[in-house]
Every structure is written in structure tokens, then in C-alpha cells.
């Protein structure tokens, strides 16, 4: 009965070539406009786990600046989990490329040991341009896209239109 604000839950993405990942951001503004991640978790729990009452609909002017506070607090927030998925991506990237360099030589030695030297020229230069292609994949997969997506907002309390047009 205390708690009165705007709640929203936020898709935050991040996608690149051969990595897509999502999480997902709730966000918690009160009358005042600041912002709080306890009570934001909070709601979503009660909201997963009770019968939600929904009392009306709300205009569409209204809506627009709800959205507009509630964007701004998820882009600060979402920026740590933004962080999160870069950082998951570029271990992720560090992990294959070595893998594939390992995958390089060992191909590569292996070559060395086989074949007549024509032929082992041949398979070599094979290796090497496909090497180079893997390699020029890891520089393409480096360029990510981020993303913020609402997925619903929420009125939590009593809606009164005056305190919007203070």
C-alpha cells in the first residue's frame, strides 16, 4: 500500500555474429522519480507469484512520459548487465580463437609429417587460407549490437492524474 510508482521489466541484449544473449531488467520509479532495484525485484517476484488486479488504462500522453522515465532509469541501470553480457562475449571469443589457433598448429604439424612435399605445400596453403578466414571471422564477431526492449510497464498503486500534471 506504500509502494506507488511506475514498474517496467527491460529486455537488455546484446548480438553479434554467433552470440546472441538476453537478460532481463526490472526497473522500480516512485512519485519522486528516483529509482529502486529492491523494491523493482521485489514487484517482480509478487508479480510471478500473485494474482495481479489491473483497474484501469491510462492515456496515452501519460504513458509517454512513464516510458520516457522509465527508459532513462533502465539505460543507467542496464548498463551493468550490458557490461556483463560484453565481457561474457569477449572471453567467449578469447576461448575460441585460442582454441582455434591450438586446432591451427596442431593441423599444421601434423601435415609436416605426411604426404609428399607438393602435396604437403598444397594442404598447408588450404590451411593457412582457412586460418585466415576463421581469424577474419573472430574480427567480425568482435562488432556487437546492444540493445533495451520494454517488455510491459506497470502502474504499482493508486493512480491520481494530478500528480502527473504537477
Not at 555474429?17 to 532495484?37: A, D, H, Q, W
Not at 512520459?65 to 556483463?84: P, V
Not at 576463421?134 to 556487437?144: I, N
Request: hydrophobic content about 40%; proline content about 2%.
Amino acid at each position: 500500500d506504500t509502494v506507488t510508482g511506475i514498474w517496467s521489466l527491460w529486455e537488455v541484449s546484446l548480438s553479434a555474429e554467433g552470440f546472441n544473449r538476453k537478460r532481463f531488467l526490472p526497473v522500480f520509479i516512485n512519485e519522486n522519480g528516483r529509482t529502486f532495484v529492491p523494491t523493482a525485484n521485489r514487484i517482480w517476484d509478487l508479480l510471478l507469484t500473485e494474482d495481479l488486479e489491473i483497474n484501469s488504462a491510462i492515456g496515452m500522453e501519460v504513458a509517454v512520459a512513464w516510458f520516457d522515465a522509465s527508459i532513462a532509469a533502465a539505460t543507467t541501470q542496464g548498463e551493468r548487465l550490458l557490461s556483463d553480457l560484453m565481457d561474457q562475449h569477449q572471453v567467449r571469443l578469447s576461448e575460441e580463437k585460442e582454441r582455434a589457433c591450438y586446432a591451427y598448429e596442431a593441423r599444421y604439424r601434423a601435415i609436416g609429417r605426411i604426404g609428399l612435399p607438393a602435396v604437403r605445400e598444397y594442404r598447408r596453403k588450404r590451411l593457412d587460407a582457412d586460418h585466415q578466414s576463421r581469424m577474419a571471422s573472430f574480427e567480425d564477431a568482435q562488432l556487437s549490437i546492444p540493445d533495451i526492449n520494454a517488455v510491459m510497464m506497470l502502474r504499482i498503486g493508486t493512480y491520481h492524474a494530478s500528480l502527473d500534471n504537477d
